[in-house]
């Protein structure tokens, strides 16, 4: 059995202007010990989609449908008792701002302990001790010294591992990290990197990795989820994603990245503005912005249809290349819809 | 990208920023943002210039523009040094900055055409109204906005249509140079290399000159004809583009580039990162001698002792190291 079953989960916020569906029926599992990448851009759903795992959502949003198993717990309406119980010690959740996530009128040690003694039978002292250990742990130079310290005496770095000792400190089944190191210079970002894979190999728990970055995706995840707009065009293991990308979002993702070829050349962007979640297109949310988009696209959205054992996409592309090549049978209705571009 | 004339437009000698700060009730102590820092940029080409936060690469984008008041050194344009409050307003004419955020470095209670005319007005470059209106649709047409956006508000728009707006701006008053102090770092991936695809028209149609401040690696790699280096007020390195991806030679220089993440899983899982432990250490107590020589497994005695000579190893390659031939064998 998965360690995290996610299934058809929407949340919407209600807000004056309507109702922002900011995840729409997102569906993923999540192994023990795999990292396991979400990317996209601003307003994609990959944090709303950690945030209703957790129940942390802001006070508009809601979970409006699907399920959340974690080893086989519903948490999707299972109220706030288990929620509290569940959060911190099953799954716990890094922020991509360390600068503004501690709190800088109390001292290092005190959150640190705070969070301990909250979610373990332990009582002060022992939640020192623990404290320091995992100071110790994120490779945080003389602890005991750190602990007496406010977050403004550290550095972005410093304060993000002492945001990953704090999410870890319970031993966590799963640890979420929101962009955890867009905010940091980049040699920090790698120290950051590193640690938690290194310290994922030693605890065995399972990361989510929320990201813009495909460059940490590709160094981080073993799995990837590519959303756009509140919705999965594309999931697979990594290397499927980065060779063999299936959706039309992806492939211009990929392309617009400046490599060592791209130097003296135009990139290749993606045209167009992100969408607006107030007004969907009724079709696949990304047709407006897509070179290839056809007829059937701006209509109908394209169902998830798996590529191979490790790879499933939702575009009609791949609907498409399944008709020519004979793999693929459509029925009566999406032929007649799909008209010429379906063949 | 034009082939760059070997002709300086801009050259930049022993350039020195120090911020006084307090650090007791009579006491001050300067904070050396940037600390005799040299280099030039030739007419239409895109220099890059990367580095930690904390480093000084913003601080050499707006002393350079006479933001600050330089501390100390020479500012050099055209062939002519930039010194009095009349040579400054000349050269602002001549140069001008693209912000970082797109959010707040627009006036959110003036109209997209009051934003993009407002240098026009300030340097009095237009005899009429309507020939300030023209000039403006010019300048939107430039950057790919329509006439119908000009009576709009900055709000109304996405981080990538404000980055434009604020490039029109900065063309308003017909510049020769611009800094770009991280232009597309607020963007995203798929808006990125639209701005940045601008960048490069912008630079042929009108023959700009760029210094391209930045600390995404991949972007300024793709954007730049020659890469300086800068770490804690210093410049460590300067080469052309390539060959300092290739091969760099500063001990900095060559983690700096092994931490950028690969978008590419089986090259990103078989890099060598070369990490560096511990942080950049804070500018009021920079080290003795060499700047890096705290995180630089290198080091010797003689680096604590001297700041090594920022000097050409090759033809357009410079490099501030004491080791320099003893680590690159």
Known sequence: MALLE????????????????????VSFTLDRGKVLGIVGESGSGKSVTAYSIMQILAGTGKIIGGSVKLDGQELVGAGEKVMKNIRGNKISIIFQDPMTSLNPTYTIGKQLIEAIMLHTPRNKKQAKERAIEMLKLVNVNEPEKRMKQYPYEH???????????????????????DEPTTALDVTIQAQILELMGQLQEELGMAIIMITHDLGVVAQMCDEVIVMYAGSICEQGTADEIFYNPRHEYTKGLMRSIPTADTAGHRLQPITG???????????????PRCDNAMKICIHHRAERMQINDDHAAACWMNVKKGVEDGSIEIDSETATEGGDDLG | MTLAEKKPLIEVKDLKEYFMINTGIFRSKPLKAVDG???????????????????????????????????????????????????????????????????SSLNPRMTVADIIGEPLDVHKLCASKSERQERILELMGYVGLNSEHAARYAHEFSGGQRQRIGIARSLAVNPDFIVCDEPVSALDVSIQAQVINMFDELQEKLGLTYLFIAHDLLVVRHISDRIAVMYLGKMVELAPANEIYDRPLHPYSKSLLSAVP????????????????????????????????????????????????????????????????????
């Open chain 1, 6 to 25: 996610v299934n058809h989960l929407q949340t919407s916020f209600f807000t004056d202007a309507g109702e922002v569906k900011a995840v729409n029926d």
């Open chain 1, 155 to 177: 550095s972005g770095g410093m304060r993000q591992r002492v945001m990953i000792a704090m999410a870890l400190a319970c031993e966590p089944d799963i640890l979420i990290a």
């Open chain 1, 273 to 287: 503005t992100p969408i607006d979640l107030l007004n969907m297109p009724e079709g696949c949310p990304f047709a």
């Open chain 2, 37 to 103: 820092v040299s280099f030039s940029i030739n007419k239409g080409e895109t220099l890059g210039l990367v580095g930690e936060s904390g480093c000084g690469k913003t601080t050499v984008g707006r002393t350079l523009l006479h933001l600050y008041k330089p501390t100390g050194g020479e500012i050099w344009y055209d062939g002519k040094q930039i010194k009095s409050k009349a040579d400054i307003r000349e050269f602002r004419k001549k140069a001008t900055m693209v912000f970082q955020d797109p959010y």
């Open chain 2, 262 to 329: 690969v978008p590419d899983p089986k090259i990103a899982r078989a890099n060598q990162r070369i990490a560096l432990t511990g942080d950049i250490p804070s500018p009021l107590n920079a080290p003795s001698g060499c700047p890096f020589r705290t995180r630089c497994k290198y080091a010797t005695e003689a680096c604590a002792e001297s700041m090594p000579e920022f000097r050409e190893v090759s033809t357009g390659h410079f490099v501030a190291c004491h080791r320099i031939d003893e680590i690159n064998d």
